[in-house]
């Protein structure tokens, strides 16, 4: 059984989730206990990351969480 083990695949290497959701700042972690839809800590770290590039703000990247997930249940209700 020692053959399933080797690959000449690239292999991800993936955080721990709850270890993942503790990192994220504290804000972005009181909108996820908040939102309408399961959000992975990494997709949130990478709006809020753009966000606060381009805005510096904090309230802008909670700004554009809320519209990302707008857009997503906008989305989902389109799909039926």
């Not at 721990?16 to 992975?40: E, Y």
Request: hydrophobic content about 50%.
């Amino acid at each position: 059984m020692r053959r399933n083990l080797c690959t000449a695949l690239r292999t991800r290497v993936r955080e721990h989730p709850m270890m993942a959701h503790d990192r994220l700042p504290p804000a972005a972690r009181i909108w996820v206990t908040q939102a309408v839809l399961p959000w992975s800590a990494a997709s949130v770290r990478r709006i809020w990351s753009r966000a606060l590039a381009r805005s510096g703000s904090e309230a802008a990247a909670l700004a554009a969480l809320a519209a990302a997930e707008a857009a997503t249940l906008a989305r989902e209700t389109r799909r039926g």
